[in-house]
């Protein structure tokens, strides 16, 4: 009985010791792995830099000349080998691509062809375009002549740039939408008047979606998160019923917060339509598009839109947050202005920044470390818009990561 009990008791403790046995070796693993990740030297900083950003492990030439510049550690080396990772095609073919390609549809997906909208935010990028003025620039990138020209009409060009894999660092060309798609100079609003925003955000409905994507998509807000029912309703529109369901309540308590701030800014978008027949945009000055009047019997007394002014009623309020700059009107006339007081905004900027951050570090800001980057970042953005700049300081500061 004595020799089972000392068998049970020396099998018990056979496998505690086993099992701190096992927990140390994890431990003991767990900890190399994150001194290694801590302590990586030049080389392996340098190749993590490139890999964040062209997704691709880089020369051996332009590894050693990026390891040189991380490994001087003088102020600003890392970020010159992080421009020269930028260098590499894929940085704009692949990264920029993905990046810029679920702003361009409802679905937020990154699996589209390429096109307008997304060109030309990769060659606004390239060329360290004020990213500010994304929302109201008279701009476009198109490719080389040896594509099926630029057409209102279809995709075709941008398809085939894809198709042909063209090298988009050396080969996207910048030129105004006015002399090429016919808009007037005032009527283009940067990505806002591209023909792959217009059809996925000015077809059908109300135009409504256009502002809507731009927040969640450009100020990294949804219509929830700037919900505010103190702000005064006269611009909501009359296809708002004050009743949903004959209960006012739900439109004095849900409806009203989103519409009274929505409703008076996307006025802006009056004047412009996606043609499904033609597959073009179409701008009307002077005339509102008649989506503007759908079911306008549902509240007859709601406003009425008689021309494309807009108003930001959220400068006030809650969504002061936002930051707005108060060098702006805050109202005015068209897509243009109304898309420089958006990207003129402080959300805007942070949004671009924390997109950048989880572009390149993989992951969100997740703790004081990270979000002190993220400010310092921002500041850094506002200094000149420069995104290229903004990817360069994300992959630095992940590079040890």
């Known amino acids: 009985m004595k020799n089972r009990t000392w068998t049970r008791n020396g099998h018990s403790g056979h496998q505690n010791l086993m099992g701190r046995l096992i927990q140390l070796v994890a431990f ?32 051996d030439v332009v590894l050693q000349l990026m390891e040189a510049e991380v490994d001087t550690g003088q102020p600003g080396s890392a970020i010159d080998a992080a421009y020269r990772a930028m260098e590499d095609p894929n940085f704009y073919n692949v990264t920029l691509k993905n990046f810029a390609a679920p702003w361009t549809n409802r679905d937020q997906s990154v699996f589209v062809p390429l096109n307008d909208y997304i060109a030309t935010v990769i060659g606004m ?31 075709d060009h941008y398809e085939q740039m894809e198709a042909q894999s063209i090298d988009m660092k050396a080969n996207l060309q910048r030129t105004t939408q006015s002399s090429v798609t016919g808009l007037p100079p005032s009527a283009t609003a940067g990505i806002w008047t591209t023909r792959a925003a217009a059809e996925a955000f000015f077809v059908a409905g109300t135009n409504r979606a256009q502002f809507r994507f731009t ?25 708002v019923s004050r009743s949903p369901g004959g209960d006012s309540r739900l439109f004095l308590n849900n409806c009203v917060g989103c519409h009274n701030g ?63 700059d108060t060098s702006l009107p805050g109202s005015g006339m068209g897509a243009k202005s109304m898309g420089q007081e ?6 805007f900027a942070s949004c671009q920044v924390k997109k950048v951050f989880k572009a390149v570090c993989l992951r969100e800001p997740e703790n004081s470390a990270d979000r002190f980057q993220v ?10 818009y420069r995104m290229k700049q903004t990817f360069a300081e994300a992959a630095v500061y992940c590079m040890g990561q």
């Open 125 to 155: 990028i390239r060329d360290d375009e004020p990213f500010n003025s994304l929302l109201s620039a008279d701009i476009l990138y198109v490719g080389p002549g040896s594509l099926p020209p630029y057409s209102n009409f279809n995709n």
């Open 215 to 239: 927040m969640l998509n450009h100020l990294c807000n949804d219509m929830e998160q700037v919900h505010d029912v103190k702000r005064v309703p006269d611009r909501i529109r009359q296809d």
């Open 342 to 347: 958006l990207a003129n905004s402080d959300a």
């Open 375 to 384: 400010s310092q970042m921002v500041n850094s953005f506002k200094a000149g």
């Open 262 to 324: 929505m409703d008076p800014l996307a006025g802006a978008f009056a004047y412009y339509n996606f043609n499904e027949t033609s597959g073009s945009i179409e701008y009307t000055p002077g005339a509102v598009q008649p989506k503007y009047f759908n079911n306008d019997t549902n509240f007859e007394p709601g406003y009425r839109t008689t021309d494309d002014s807009w108003m930001n009623y959220w400068r006030n309020g809650q969504n002061q947050f936002l930051g707005w």
């Open 28 to 59: 003991g693993l767990l900890s190399l792995a994150l001194i290694g990740t801590v302590s990586a030297g030049p080389r392996e900083q340098a190749k993590r830099i490139h890999d964040r950003l062209a997704g691709v492990p880089p020369s």
